[in-house]
């Protein structure tokens, strides 16, 4: 599994020397337009207006063929002139549009709260390139310094990370970092094992250190050998379970990661994560570099929220891998609106390990259709529960999803067969299963299950319980003491078998009809801070009243 820190740095890039510029900086207050691309593209044309910065402000310009002072009426012309300067807290550096950099860039300095060192393009056109090829590690670099805005840049190349902010001091915080319409592309290098590398790679490397209140917002990670599309671990520097400090305050959302080696987007060892609105494809393409890859996922992450993310076509070379990913070491944890689909592995997994226990992690209006494409791991199911060195998963809470299993072979959707549980209840209810093969569920005695809707076009059904295998629900009902409200009929899906690209707005909602409309239960009725939310999958609120759910995630 993928409980293992295994963390595998290189050496960092050379760092130029740190001189201090003399050269005049502009005191201009500029109102200055982001001109900002959806998805971190190639940037519009137009600068409509934007927002105002007041300190001083520096320009670069690598078209130029003669270097300035730095000033917006005598640009910089290289990134050396950028590299051996050191910026102060509310500076702005200003790179133009339509031109390309060629080599690192690394920046000197630190922000300090509220008032940030800002990068960001002028003037008109495609956004600004930062090109290092292969002369360097990384194409931007920031070692131990904090409290950066970072926009609308195209960053191509380096031979490990494209965009890579790291640490190495014991103990210390690095806190303050925004990345906003980041196109991030083309590393060099050839990932060996994962972890080793990265297009963006935010890493507390030091014993102890951590990031706080990071932002990546519109950022692209794509095309490349390396191993991760997107990385922010915030607790750097391992000292191990339970000790490790944690870092706080991590968000990625509007971004994209496809076609990478290892992970799409990855966060580990925070508190208050936020992963949302953003589009994983194509990840984990490396044929053999050690442990699984998944293509969105967090490990080691408590008051965490991912919500509102697709992601599919995610490859996997090892026992373990999916679109969607809820490691170990996860407390309260709430994974909704997500869609998965076309993987090689799971839909979505919960792990737990180590002597802990997972504590009150919520899965819920989520859609997955055509997982487990790879025939040798498709018995983990789409849902994938899991316990192991003595780990353990107290009140795992699955409720109103909607799966279409179809999978390469046959398995059980939902595979907890080999969990341990504590304390709080784990339940499966207000499921619908739209299945292909018999197998429904797997599951221990202790879980709970009840509301679900199971159907399948081979003609039979079949769940397991407690290792022994029931291929009528009555018998199963009879056994198990469980799903006495469950029904085995058509569900009457519209587009049941979908597995489009894109958020479904209408495959897998409910016919006029549907025996789903109004069967299902309030599930959180009588649970310790269990609440059924606010809308379903589509965006519909959710019915007042505490009565008249439907089964699945559309209400």
Known sequence: MKNERTVIMSNLPSRPLVTCFVGSACTLTLMFALGCSGGGGGGNS????????????????????TDGNGSQSSPWNSL??????????????????????????????????????????????????????????????????QYWTISDLEIVGGVQYGLYITGNTPNQTLSGFTLTNLNVHEATGTSTQRYDSGEVYLD?????????????????????????????????????????????????????????????????????????????????QCPSCGSTPSGLWEWWCHTCTIQNNESYANQTWGGDGGDFDIDSFNNDNLFQYNYGHDSSGYCVAVFATDNIADNNNIVRYNVCSNNEREASIAYQGDIFLSTWGGGYLSGIQIYNNTIYWNPASPAAMLNAANIALTGSPSFFENNIVYSTVPSMVSVPSGFVLDYN??????????????????????????????????????????????????????????????????AGTNVCAGVTSCTMGLQDFFGNPLPSGGAGYNIGAYQ
């Not at 291929?471 to 519209?494: G, I, K």
Request: glycine letters at 12%; hydrophobic letters at 35%; proline letters at 6%.
């Open 204 to 284: 507390a490397n030091g014993i102890g250190q951590t990031l706080n209140d990071v932002v990546i917002n519109g950022v692209t990670a794509h095309d490349s050998k390396v191993s991760e599309g997107l990385l922010v671990n915030a607790g750097g520097g391992w000292v191990g379970v339970p000790s490790q400090p944690l870092g706080s305050n991590i968000t990625v959302k509007n971004s994209t990661a496809y076609n990478v080696y290892g992970d799409g987007i990855l966060i580990l060892e925070l508190t208050n994560g936020t992963l949302e609105n953003n589009v994983v494809h194509n990840s984990g």
């Open 46 to 65: 137009s600068t409509p207006s934007g927002p105002t910065y007041s300190g001083p402000t520096y320009y670069a310009n690598c078209s130029l063929a």
């Open 80 to 145: 050396s002139d950028v590299n051996t300067h050191t910026f102060v807290a509310g500076d702005s550096l200003f790179l133009a549009r339509g031109s390309t950099c060629s080599g690192s860039l690394q920046p000197q300095g630190s922000g300090t709260s509220g008032s940030p060192i800002t990068i960001d393009a002028f003037g008109t056109g495609a956004l600004p390139i930062i090109n290092a090829g292969s002369a360097s590690n990384a194409a931007a670099y920031l070692n131990n310094q």
């Open 453 to 518: 809707i199971y159907w399948t076009t081979s003609g039979s059904a079949e769940w397991t319980w407690n290792g022994h295998i029931y291929s009528n629900l009555p018998a199963y009902q009879a056994a198990s003491a469980q799903e006495s409200h469950s029904l085995v009929t058509d569900p009457m899906l519209n587009n049941p078998t979908s597995n489009a690209t894109g958020m479904p707005t209408t495959a897998f909602t409910l016919q006029p009809g549907s025996p789903a409309i109004g």
